[in-house]
């Protein structure tokens, strides 16, 4: 391979991967748990603290219960990524913009994180093998009220 086919080479995984990352988050938003699925590997290794962390089935169940099943609307923001390419492997850093909106009690939850990920190449094309999310600050609110109210949950 020469070395144009190469940095084109990489330039393409790294688009595919910008390409997965916003699949993902879109699949969130849209409440897709197949279309999620579709975006990890079977053996992906998955930590959301402060919920846990989880396998492949563990996330999908915690996401149906949490929100596939229920009224709650979510926006997924992915934001800054830095890829770096290294062969059939990838890492991923990211900066998450996230609201949470339940109509039930009319209460939000505006969210800042960073994701860590790490990326494989498979027959299927790349997919996430592993993914972390660190809270950087969660505010929680209502719009219950004449006045909406929020308050901070978590800075860091």
């Known amino acids: 391979m020469s070395d144009l086919e ?16 916003a699949r993902y988050l879109n699949a969130c938003d849209a409440k897709d748990v197949e279309a999620i699925r579709a ?6 290794e998955i930590e959301f603290p402060p919920l846990g962390s989880f396998d492949l089935d563990g996330l999908m169940g915690i996401f149906t219960q949490m929100a596939a099943t229920t009224p709650i609307v979510d926006v997924h923001h992915g934001h800054n990524g830095e890829i770096e ?6 890492t991923g850093h990211w900066n998450l913009g996230f609201a949470t909106y ?30 972390k999310s660190t809270p950087r600050t969660i505010v929680d ?10 308050k901070w949950a978590i800075e860091s």
């Open 39 to 44: 975006c990890f590997t079977e053996d992906a």
């Open 6 to 21: 190469a940095r084109i080479a990489k330039l393409e995984a790294e688009s595919d991967i910008r390409k997965l990352k």
């Open 85 to 90: 390419i290294d062969g059939d492997n990838a």
């Open 102 to 131: 339940d109509p039930r009690e009319k209460s939000f939850r505006m969210l800042a994180s960073f994701y860590e990920d790490r990326y494989r190449n498979t027959a299927e094309g790349w997919r996430i093998c592993y993914t």
């Open 141 to 150: 609110g209502t719009l219950a009220n004449e006045t909406p109210t929020a």
